[in-house]
């Protein structure tokens, strides 16, 4: 698997723990509602650690770009977080409105932020990084991803 195929299936991991907490606080299932959230953050906090502490550092030295677009990808990164925060609130206020409006922001950027990912970052790091480093990068997300 290249770093493409890895990144995209951790970003459907993500979205069927968001679809899981979405539902649980439509049905006011606050208890597993709050289990999904926990879920859910920590797979995207993951997801952004993985990123930004492994592929993006090796994209941005492979291609001396550091103003590209890692560095849109880690401003949306701090734009997510500031809504996963918000999230959390809302779970633990047990306010099914403002879960829904949060919910429907994250998933608008979220969907925007992958495409980016999915159709032009992942496939320019599949090809421009060195065979040996994305190797070394497949194995450690499989593993960690």
Not at 11 to 20: A, K, N, Q, T
Request: proline share 3%; net charge negative; charged share 30%.
């Amino acid at each position: 698997m290249n770093i493409s195929e890895i990144m995209t299936q951790d970003h459907r991991d993500c979205d069927e723990f968001f679809f899981r907490l979405e539902s649980s606080a439509q049905k006011k299932d606050w208890t597993r509602c709050s289990g999904e959230t926990d879920r859910f953050i920590e797979s995207m906090q993951k997801h952004f650690a993985i990123e930004e502490e492994r592929l993006f550092p090796a994209f941005e030295k492979a291609t001396g770009m550091t103003q590209g677009p890692t560095a849109i990808m880690r401003q949306e990164h701090i734009q997510l977080r500031g809504l996963l925060d918000e999230l959390q609130e809302s779970v633990i206020a047990r306010d099914r409105r403002a879960v829904g409006g949060v919910c429907e922001t994250l998933l608008i950027m979220m969907q925007q932020h992958n495409l980016k990912e999915e159709n032009i970052l992942y496939p320019m790091m599949d090809q421009t990084l060195d065979p040996e480093i994305q190797l070394h990068l497949e194995r450690g997300l499989a593993g960690a991803a």
